[in-house]
């Protein structure tokens, strides 16, 4: 059984930052890839910044050189340094973990509930 708890969102004014951090607990054997992703109201859920266990970032236009993905692998945890935020990063974001435990099992799509970022102007 793997988990994950977010934490770091909150309310802002734009041109601020936050930090995100997802940690996964259980027989964590390896994490690939990490993926943040962010759902605004009315919108679709979209692929904010994605970090592979060989360290390949990617990351959606709107966001680029202003936020950065990384990961700690002795805590397994994933981080989003978010940098002059702006008001129409306001959303509910949430990690995305592939998950090989102990064992030999990869859990393949694993979310965690989101965490609220609202940018005020």
């Known amino acids: 059984q793997v988990q994950l708890v977010e934490s770091g969102g909150g309310l802002v004014q734009a041109g601020g930052s936050l930090r995100l951090s997802c940690a996964a607990s259980g027989s964590i054997f390896n994490i690939d890839p990490m993926d943040w992703y962010r759902q605004a109201p009315g919108k679709q859920r979209e692929l904010v910044a994605a970090l592979t266990a060989g360290g390949s970032t990617h990351y959606v236009d709107s966001v680029k050189g202003r936020f950065t993905i990384s990961r700690d692998n002795a805590k397994n945890t994933v981080y989003l340094q978010m940098n002059s935020l702006k008001p129409e990063d306001t959303a509910v974001y949430y990690c995305?973990?592939?998950?090989?435990?102990?064992?030999?099992?990869?859990?393949?799509?694993?979310w965690g509930r989101g965490t609220q970022v609202t940018v005020s102007s």
């Open positions: 995305h973990l592939g998950v090989l435990v102990s064992g030999g099992y990869y859990y393949d799509d694993l």
